[in-house]
């Protein structure tokens, strides 16, 4: 298995410019998160789904940022409009079952300028 | 409020002694607790995870205890060898009414030097 493969894996764009970052968790994995790391406030929980299905988003930190998980196999966060403090590396992570580890992917490291 | 915090200082270990990371938390009741490591431009790699009716778990140089009653988990690697510096995030998980959600700390940045 190739692991949970995040795209890209660095992303540089300009404020108010739309962002797409994109995730494909492991195959038979049913759950899927999207997290965010950044040095102030370490690694944060945006969204999860379970079964391609949003279950909390309560972490996605404004209506500018948004997630889909069409199928089981690709899921892709959004942010329009990109601003500089959107500036992180995000993390895909994908889970089997309930207290199961977490495999995730190498990242993407946004840079808003 | 509700906070994770692990040990606020990087930790720099000798090679061969025992390395012990502490992860307390307030105002959470997690049903499991997880530790995971993390190297530079990586995603953190999963490597225990003990839940709240175990006392410690165990796999190879690692040693994770968890005690719910002091609201604390210790993190040990003994034998510890320059390969095992990183980053080393607790993770605490079976929150509220979402057993799937996991909540991690900051991080233990940890230096084993030869």
């Known amino acids: 298995d190739a692991g949970v493969i995040q795209s890209p894996r660095h992303e540089v764009t300009e404020m108010g410019q739309e962002v797409t970052l994109r995730c494909k968790p492991i195959?038979?994995?049913?759950?899927l998160f999207w997290y965010r790391q950044t040095m102030m406030r370490g690694l944060e929980l945006l969204i999860y789904?379970?079964?391609?299905?949003?279950?909390?988003d309560s972490g996605m930190p404004e209506d500018r940022f948004s997630a889909k998980m069409p199928n089981a196999s690709f899921s892709t966060l959004k942010i329009q409009p990109s601003e500089p403090r959107d500036s992180a590396v995000y993390f895909c992570?994908?889970?089997?079952?309930?207290?199961?580890?977490?495999?995730f992917g190498s990242g993407t490291r946004l840079t808003v300028v | 409020s509700q906070k994770i915090e692990q040990n606020s200082e990087a930790l720099n270990i000798q090679e061969g002694k025992t390395a012990t990371l502490t992860c307390n938390y307030t105002?959470?009741?997690?049903?499991?607790l997880q530790w995971y490591r993390q190297d530079p431009g990586r995603g953190p790699v999963f490597l225990l995870l003990i839940r709240e009716n175990e006392k410690e778990k165990r796999k190879e140089r690692l040693k994770v205890t968890f005690d719910t009653t002091l609201k604390q988990s210790l993190f040990h690697i003994t034998a510890s060898q320059p390969a095992d510096s990183a980053t080393y995030l607790c993770?605490?998980?079976?929150?509220?009414?979402?057993?799937?959600?996991?909540?991690f700390g900051s991080g233990t940045r940890l230096s084993i030097r030869p």
């Open positions: 789904f379970n079964n391609n299905v949003p279950i909390d």
């Open positions: 195959s038979g994995h049913d759950y």
């Open positions: 105002n959470y009741s997690p049903a499991y």
């Open positions: 993770a605490l998980g079976g929150l509220y009414s979402s057993a799937s959600k996991i909540i």
């Open positions: 992570a994908s889970s089997s079952r309930v207290g199961r580890g977490y495999t």
